[in-house]
């Protein structure tokens, strides 16, 4: 059977299956494809879930769960999972979240990029990534790429840096009019460069956007007196990135999500020969977080300043690790993140036990300032949900929880901010 579609976008909670038409938001695919794709879930299913199989009446199926980005099958199909931002967002519209919450993610090459004149829905969240990269190296290119001294040997004909004896013994014994050397070039063909033209070479192959293949072709010519790397781990590790290669960091940060293909989440598998894919769970605390930051709250992320419980006065058991915590004068303010719809059709609308046990430990351990006010933070969707307020006694004193909504569409929405500042 023919490959059916070159590019897939999925959103989450929506499956492929072996078929020849899509079923709603259900994708309809090969069965190589599908082959490809479950041989890679299998492979890493005991570490994480990236895709979850099942079985229904009509089909098996790989159903998208947390994790969203992209995976290219080694047939080379390209599958993109967008979030769920809501039931009725379009895809545009969540890849445009998207793209602007990871340029708040931590650690990442995402949060110096203009995305302004970027028509994130005309291009393939790959194609998005690799114009990224592209805009980075141009500025490099711009300001220019750096040169070393790198050692080097060779016979020559004449004498030049230090000759070493016993190999010009063994080749010009005959040869007397030649001399072997070790010696030092002042080269742009570094590690650094080297790395930049392996990722430009792969990513040539990988592209199918007119304009980043003809991009990727005018910076390969500006390095076409460096050579590619043949050992990428290798050369990674003989990175400087001194304060004279400050202007490289972003370009190399971008070149190892693309060269190790497995920067944010690690994968096995050799069915699939590109996949960049990130948790939405901490994708939305992030998010959030920053979003906290930005509106002048002092906030620590994964805060580990407590244990649940201890084996004497110095050996704390059992980290306490809340995603946000919130510090004013004389209050913290504590915030777990779950990317999840609630809906009216669950019980509590889908606010687990188990998270309100989690919070409640969190507020027993925060005495010193006191806590009292607590919030479990959902994302907004178009349903009209209660944000309710739980106490944890019965006389309503004490610990408060709240539930809050958090809307991706308006994250500017100053009413949310202002239950951290009371």
Not at 187 to 213: C, G, H, M
Not at 278 to 284: A, E, G, Q, R, V
Request: some cysteine; proline content about 2%.
């Amino acid at each position: 059977m023919k490959i059916l579609k070159a590019h897939i976008t999925l959103s989450e909670y929506s499956y492929i299956f072996i078929g020849s038409e899509d079923i709603g938001n259900n994708k309809a695919v090969d069965k190589k494809t599908f082959d490809e794709v479950e041989s890679f879930v299998l492979q890493n299913s005991d570490t994480v879930q990236y895709l979850k199989l099942g079985q229904n009446k009509l089909h098996k199926y790989l159903q998208a769960q947390n994790y969203v980005g992209v995976i290219q099958t080694k047939s080379g199909v390209t599958i993109e999972i967008l979030p769920k931002i809501a039931r009725n967002t379009d895809d545009a519209k969540s890849k445009n979240i998207l793209i602007k919450m990871l340029k708040t993610l931590r650690k990442s090459p995402f949060k110096n990029f203009n995305t302004a004149n970027l028509k994130a829905s005309n291009l393939p969240l790959l194609e998005i990534f690799i114009t990224m990269f592209l805009v980075e190296l141009e500025k490099l290119i711009q300001k220019g790429i750096k040169s070393d001294y790198i050692d080097k040997e060779d016979n020559l004909s004449f004498l030049k840096g230090k000759l070493k004896i016993k190999e010009h013994m063994q080749k010009n014994l005959i040869h007397k009019e030649k001399f072997y050397v070790e010696y030092q070039e002042f080269i742009q063909d570094r590690v650094e460069n080297r790395l930049i033209k392996t990722a430009l070479e792969y990513l040539y192959k990988k592209s199918k956007a007119n304009n980043n293949k003809k991009r990727i072709r005018e910076f390969l010519f500006v390095f076409d007196d460096i050579k590619v790397s043949h050992n990428i781990k290798e050369d990674f590790k003989k990175i400087r990135l001194d304060r004279q290669m400050n202007d490289y960091a972003l370009v190399l940060q971008w070149a190892k999500i693309f060269l190790y293909k497995n920067s944010f989440s690690p994968y096995k598998g050799k069915e699939v020969t590109f996949a960049l894919l990130f948790d939405m769970n901490l994708l939305f605390e992030d998010y959030v977080g920053h979003m906290l930051k930005k509106n002048g709250l002092e906030v620590s992320l994964q805060d580990r300043e407590h244990h649940l419980a201890y084996l004497d006065s110095n050996t704390g058991k059992f980290q306490l690790k809340p995603d946000i915590v919130v510090r004013h004068d004389a209050e913290v303010i504590i915030a777990d993140t779950k990317w999840k719809l609630l809906s009216e059709d669950k019980t509590h609308q889908g606010v687990s036990q188990a998270d309100m046990y989690q919070l409640y430990a969190y507020g027993t351990k925060y005495t010193s300032p006191k806590c009292e006010n607590m919030y479990l933070i959902y994302p907004k969707n178009e349903s009209e949900l209660t944000e309710h307020q739980y106490h944890y006694q019965k006389d309503m004193g004490g610990l408060k929880l709240k539930v809050l909504f958090f809307d991706l569409e308006n994250p500017e929405d100053e009413v949310f901010y202002e239950y951290f500042r009371r």
